[in-house]
Structures are given as structure tokens and as C-alpha cells.
């Protein structure tokens, strides 16, 4: 069964320092990697989702996929006190039946000191 | 862009009681997911389901049971609340395989 690991728990940073957050995964075979931010009492709000190998940007929010290392990570340029959120990282693998299955790790809490 | 609704938002209720979540979207995805947030698992895949009538089971199905009765609408049924059941729950919509799973706002059940 897939596992995700998210790394750190937390992070403080100070208002325009680069945040970089890390997630790992089990399953080489994984096909679909996405972030989500949710601010607090919040839903889940898609930062961005990649498919290979190399780096996807929107905005100010970039993720690096290392699939050989199982690692994906997200890079948060020019944080704002407004991103101050728990970030969660999901994956997906092709599914054996219909509908794009995710699993979740339990996130990184990022708080942006002003 | 993409709305997905649930209700209640909060809901209190006791050991044993008799609960049903609501979500629905207004974009006529095909595909509706439920899913729980607890502290130290991420969320939880407990159903979905791809189109009316139809409906699969998650990673957590104990306990639960969902219907999907159209395509905007799908519920959770809680028939018999237990308190390891206390949960924030989501309901989620996408238009298919690896496209974007749009989230609700979210239900805080708690059970007493």
C-alpha cells in the first residue's frame, strides 16, 4: 500500500524567504503528484500537480519530482504571511478501477513570520 | 470554476446515532470522493463513486455507507456513530482520471 511522508512537520519562515517543503513516496509506479494548501477550518486548495520528471511552476509555488528517488518537494518563493497554511502532498497511481485515487500525507504546518 | 457544497457544516451527535452528510457539485463531474481528516493520518479515502447509482469502496469503508443518487449528489450515512468516527469530513469532485479533485468546504462531525 502507497505510503506518503512529509517532511518537516513544521517550518517558520520569515515573510520573502524561500519555504521548501519535502514528500516522500513508496510506490515507484506512482503516476500523478499534487499540493494542496488548506488554511485553517479550510478545504483544500490545489497548488499544483505534476506529472514527470523535473520541475512545474505556478505562480510562486514549484515542484520538483525525483521519481528514481521517490521524492517530490515544493518550493514556496517570496512567502507571504497569507500562505501560512498546512500544506499536504498527495499522490496517485493508475487506477484498477475508475477514479483517480489519492493518498495524503499528514502535511507540513508552514507559518510566514512577518 | 468548480463548487462543491456540504452540509451540515458542524454536527454534533451521540454514541449510536443516526447521521447523513450531504455534499453536492454543480459542474457535472463524473467522479465524487468522501474522505475523513484526522490528526497524524492525512485524509482518508472512505468512498467514491463515478457516476449515479454507482459506488466504490475507499481505503476506511467501516461504518460507512454512501449513495450517490445523481450526478450532483452524494451522501455519507453514519448508522450507527461511533466516537472514533469524530472526523472532519470531506466531499470531493473531479471530471475524471488525473484531473483535478476539486474539495467542499468540509463537515465537523463530532460524536459523544
Known amino acids: 500500500q502507497q505510503k506518503v511522508q512529509q517532511s518537516p512537520e513544521s517550518l517558520t519562515v520569515s515573510e520573502g524567504a524561500m519555504a521548501s517543503l519535502n514528500c516522500t513516496f513508496s510506490?515507484?509506479?506512482?503516476?500523478?503528484f499534487r499540493w494542496y494548501r488548506q488554511h485553517s477550518g479550510k478545504g483544500l486548495e490545489m497548488l499544483v500537480s505534476?506529472?514527470?520528471?523535473g520541475e512545474k511552476e505556478e505562480g510562486r509555488f514549484t515542484a520538483h519530482l525525483n521519481r528514481a528517488s521517490l521524492h517530490v518537494s515544493l518550493h514556496i518563493r517570496e512567502p507571504q504571511p497569507s500562505d501560512s497554511a498546512v500544506y499536504l502532498c498527495?499522490?496517485?497511481?493508475?487506477?484498477?478501477?475508475?477514479?483517480?485515487?489519492?493518498?495524503f500525507g499528514i502535511g507540513t504546518r508552514v507559518l510566514v513570520r512577518p | 470554476e468548480a463548487a462543491v457544497t456540504q452540509s451540515p457544516r458542524n454536527k454534533v451527535t451521540v454514541t449510536g446515532g443516526n447521521v447523513t452528510l450531504s455534499c453536492r457539485q454543480t459542474?457535472?463531474?463524473?467522479?465524487m470522493y468522501w474522505y475523513r481528516q484526522d490528526t497524524g493520518h492525512g485524509l482518508r479515502l472512505i468512498h467514491y463513486s463515478y457516476g449515479a447509482g454507482n459506488l466504490q469502496i475507499g481505503d476506511v469503508p467501516d461504518g460507512y455507507k454512501a449513495t450517490r443518487t445523481t450526478q450532483e449528489d452524494f451522501f455519507l450515512l453514519l448508522e450507527l456513530a461511533s466516537p472514533s468516527q469524530t472526523s472532519l469530513y470531506f466531499c470531493?469532485?473531479?471530471?475524471?482520471?488525473?484531473?483535478?479533485?476539486?474539495f467542499g468546504p468540509g463537515t465537523r462531525l463530532t460524536v459523544l
Open positions: 498527495a499522490v496517485s497511481m493508475l487506477p484498477n478501477s475508475a477514479g483517480n485515487k489519492l493518498t
Open positions: 505534476i506529472f514527470s520528471d
Open positions: 470531493a469532485s473531479s471530471d475524471g482520471w488525473g484531473y483535478e479533485q476539486y
Open positions: 459542474n457535472s463531474h463524473n467522479y
Open positions: 510506490d515507484g509506479t506512482s503516476d500523478n
